[in-house]
């Protein structure tokens, strides 16, 4: 792969770690900038004129614009470890919601959505694949994935989040007062929207596996399966009891791993602790990724609910500084562990990697 000479063995590593095994050492993705200096994350923004409607609207909707940034980003970065040279289609956070009808806003910065439903109670629910917009994500991704074969990869969209998308769709607040005022209306209006949910993430599957070696990946995770695979998640859910959560978001999670092959869950920071029983429960869920949420305590203050998912089987992806690898490393199980990280340099990097190399262990 042009962007990383060494994809094959990460490759590897990263199919060893879906199995549950350790080819030479734990799964580790530290991503660097090769000039100690430019931006080097996945979502790093271009140049956009915020004051010029158009302009707006090409630097979001423009394929070949997109391409050109992703380009210029991933030649300036070193991708060390499991580091994966990505380009992801960023078309807003649980943006399946726009298949529904979501009215979406595109600023310099991101995209965001307005609420269009009154009442989930009256609402007919229409899957709409002539959608402008998601017109336009399949040319994006289409034109992506041709340009990227043997020389990156191409992650899905960030369609993560059914109840997500029904507080885009509805309203936060009044999603959450639905659990209480309409909960069957609620849980259809769930089931119906999976059902775009499966078929979009079908077609975008279709649309990158040839890029993808056949496989999936998600882009801000730096992940890598050999087959079906996406992001799931409920933010919204730390909001939630743990009685509400099984009752709305698990059947959710359900029907999302009837397609997933290789399932994900984004565990937003310490206040889903709560729920994590009822997601050890899930036989089908495989991974379960930890973000550090800004403003909470580091990875390694959470060992304790770290140490419990990979007691029940599950592998778990940690986001952290790089200062917490030697205690996250001492106190969890290298088999089925992938640290997620970053430097300031290449030197830095490749520091981290030996570490993680030499501290490997079941």
């Excluded at 994900?264 to 729920?275: A, C, L, N, R, W």
Aim: hydrophobic share 35%; net charge negative; proline share 5%.
């Amino acid at each position: 792969m042009y962007y990383k000479e060494d994809w094959d063995k990460a490759r590897e590593r990263l199919k060893a770690l879906w199995d549950m095994e350790i080819l030479d050492r734990c799964c580790v993705s530290v991503a660097a900038p090769r000039d100690g200096k430019t931006n080097i994350h996945i979502f790093a923004q271009g140049e956009c004129n915020s004051e010029d409607p158009k302009d707006v609207e090409d630097y979001w909707m423009n394929p070949e614009r997109i391409w050109k940034r992703n380009i210029d980003r991933l030649e300036k970065c070193y991708f060390g470890g499991e580091a994966l040279p990505l380009v992801m289609p960023d078309f807003g956070t649980s943006g399946h919601c726009v298949y529904y009808g979501a009215q979406y806003m595109l600023r310099a910065d991101t995209i965001w959505f307005s609420p269009v439903i009154e009442d989930l109670e009256t609402h007919t629910w229409n899957y709409d694949r002539e959608n402008p917009f998601y017109r336009r994500q399949r040319e994006i991704v289409r034109y992506l994935a041709e340009k990227g074969r043997g020389n990156y990869l191409v992650s899905m969209p960030d369609n993560c989040g059914t109840l997500d998308a029904i507080g885009h769709l509805h309203g936060s607040s009044e999603t959450l007062m639905d659990m209480y005022d309409c909960p069957e209306a609620l849980s259809a209006s769930v089931e119906e929207i999976n059902k775009g949910w499966t078929d979009a993430a079908e077609t975008f599957y279709q649309l990158t596996k040839e890029c993808n070696e056949g496989g999936s990946c998600v882009g801000w995770m730096d992940t890598w399966a050999p087959g079906r695979s996406a992001q799931m998640q409920c933010d919204m859910s730390v909001m939630f009891s743990p009685d509400r959560y099984r009752e709305f978001a698990i059947p959710e999670l359900k029907k999302q791993m009837e397609w997933e092959e290789y399932p994900i869950y984004h565990f937003d920071g310490k206040e889903q602790i709560s729920h994590l029983d009822h997601l050890l429960a899930l036989d089908s869920l495989m991974m379960i990724q930890w973000t550090n949420v800004d403003g909470q305590e580091s990875p390694a203050h959470f060992i304790p609910a770290l140490k419990r998912m990979q007691e029940a089987g599950k592998r778990i992806l940690v986001m952290t500084p790089a200062c917490d690898i030697p205690a996250l490393m001492e106190n969890l199980s290298s088999k089925g562990l992938y640290l997620h990280t970053y430097a300031e340099s290449v030197d830095e990097a490749d520091q981290i990697i030996r570490y993680v190399e030499k501290h490997t262990h079941e």
